[in-house]
Nanobody, 115 residues
Framework: QGQLVESGGGLQQAGGSLRLSCAAS????????MGWYRQAPGKQREMVAV???????NYADSVKGRFTISRDNNKNTVYLQMNSLKPEDTAVYYC?????????WGQGTQVTVSS
Protein backbone atom coordinates (compact mmCIF):
# COMPACT_ATOMS: atom_id res chain seq x y z
CA GLN A 1 0.00 0.00 0.00
CA GLY A 2 0.98 3.62 -0.37
CA GLN A 3 2.56 5.35 2.58
CA LEU A 4 2.86 8.96 3.68
CA VAL A 5 5.46 9.40 6.40
CA GLU A 6 5.24 12.66 8.34
CA SER A 7 7.71 14.24 10.71
CA GLY A 8 8.52 17.55 12.35
CA GLY A 9 5.55 18.21 14.58
CA GLY A 10 5.91 19.13 18.21
CA LEU A 11 5.74 21.94 20.72
CA GLN A 12 6.67 25.55 20.06
CA GLN A 13 6.18 28.93 21.64
CA ALA A 14 4.34 31.71 19.87
CA GLY A 15 6.66 33.35 17.39
CA GLY A 16 8.69 30.21 16.89
CA SER A 17 9.13 27.98 13.86
CA LEU A 18 8.61 24.38 12.87
CA ARG A 19 9.29 22.49 9.65
CA LEU A 20 7.05 19.58 8.69
CA SER A 21 8.09 16.93 6.20
CA CYS A 22 6.07 14.28 4.39
CA ALA A 23 7.47 11.62 2.11
CA ALA A 24 5.26 9.53 -0.17
CA SER A 25 6.33 6.01 -0.95
CA UNK A 26 7.11 5.08 -4.53
CA UNK A 27 4.02 2.89 -4.62
CA UNK A 28 1.87 6.03 -4.92
CA UNK A 29 2.08 6.61 -8.66
CA UNK A 30 1.86 9.80 -10.68
CA UNK A 31 1.29 12.27 -7.86
CA UNK A 32 -0.37 15.47 -9.11
CA UNK A 33 -0.32 17.48 -5.92
CA MET A 34 0.69 17.31 -2.29
CA GLY A 35 -0.38 19.44 0.59
CA TRP A 36 -1.04 20.02 4.24
CA TYR A 37 -4.37 20.17 6.03
CA ARG A 38 -5.10 20.70 9.68
CA GLN A 39 -7.86 20.10 12.16
CA ALA A 40 -8.10 21.93 15.46
CA PRO A 41 -10.34 20.80 18.32
CA GLY A 42 -13.95 21.65 17.55
CA LYS A 43 -13.12 22.74 14.02
CA GLN A 44 -13.49 21.26 10.56
CA ARG A 45 -10.42 20.06 8.72
CA GLU A 46 -9.10 22.86 6.54
CA MET A 47 -6.59 23.26 3.76
CA VAL A 48 -3.38 24.93 4.87
CA ALA A 49 -1.23 24.79 1.74
CA VAL A 50 -1.13 22.80 -1.47
CA UNK A 51 1.52 22.53 -4.16
CA UNK A 52 1.17 20.92 -7.58
CA UNK A 53 3.81 18.93 -9.38
CA UNK A 54 4.30 22.01 -11.55
CA UNK A 55 5.05 24.19 -8.54
CA UNK A 56 1.94 26.32 -8.22
CA UNK A 57 0.80 26.93 -4.65
CA ASN A 58 -2.29 27.87 -2.68
CA TYR A 59 -2.45 28.95 0.95
CA ALA A 60 -5.13 29.51 3.50
CA ASP A 61 -5.56 33.19 4.24
CA SER A 62 -4.74 32.58 7.88
CA VAL A 63 -1.22 31.33 7.11
CA LYS A 64 -0.28 33.31 4.03
CA GLY A 65 2.96 35.18 4.57
CA ARG A 66 3.96 32.96 7.49
CA PHE A 67 3.99 29.43 6.04
CA THR A 68 5.80 28.22 2.95
CA ILE A 69 5.15 24.94 1.16
CA SER A 70 7.78 23.34 -1.04
CA ARG A 71 8.38 19.99 -2.66
CA ASP A 72 10.95 17.68 -4.14
CA ASN A 73 9.25 15.85 -6.99
CA ASN A 74 12.09 13.36 -7.38
CA LYS A 75 11.59 12.25 -3.79
CA ASN A 76 7.80 12.71 -3.69
CA THR A 77 8.35 14.81 -0.61
CA VAL A 78 6.56 17.93 0.58
CA TYR A 79 7.62 20.37 3.29
CA LEU A 80 5.84 23.02 5.28
CA GLN A 81 7.99 25.72 6.83
CA MET A 82 5.95 27.39 9.57
CA ASN A 83 7.23 30.70 10.90
CA SER A 84 5.77 33.23 13.31
CA LEU A 85 3.63 30.54 14.87
CA LYS A 86 0.49 31.54 16.73
CA PRO A 87 -1.57 29.62 19.28
CA GLU A 88 -4.32 29.48 16.64
CA ASP A 89 -2.03 27.24 14.57
CA THR A 90 -2.40 24.48 17.15
CA ALA A 91 -3.90 21.48 15.37
CA VAL A 92 -3.23 18.05 14.01
CA TYR A 93 -1.56 18.50 10.64
CA TYR A 94 -2.21 15.93 7.92
CA CYS A 95 -0.18 15.34 4.81
CA UNK A 96 -2.10 14.65 1.61
CA UNK A 97 -1.11 13.36 -1.80
CA UNK A 98 -3.29 12.75 -4.81
CA UNK A 99 -3.11 11.27 -8.26
CA UNK A 100 -5.78 10.95 -10.92
CA UNK A 101 -7.45 8.08 -9.07
CA UNK A 102 -7.04 8.48 -5.33
CA UNK A 103 -6.14 10.74 -2.48
CA UNK A 104 -3.91 9.55 0.33
CA TRP A 105 -3.66 10.79 3.90
CA GLY A 106 -0.93 10.61 6.46
CA GLN A 107 -1.64 9.72 10.06
CA GLY A 108 -1.25 13.30 11.23
CA THR A 109 1.27 15.06 13.42
CA GLN A 110 0.42 17.26 16.39
CA VAL A 111 1.54 20.88 16.37
CA THR A 112 1.03 22.76 19.62
CA VAL A 113 1.84 26.45 19.97
CA SER A 114 1.83 27.96 23.44
CA SER A 115 1.38 31.60 24.37
Amino acid sequence: QGQLVESGGGLQQAGGSLRLSCAASGSIFSINAMGWYRQAPGKQREMVAVITSGGSTNYADSVKGRFTISRDNNKNTVYLQMNSLKPEDTAVYYCNAKNSLLGYWGQGTQVTVSS
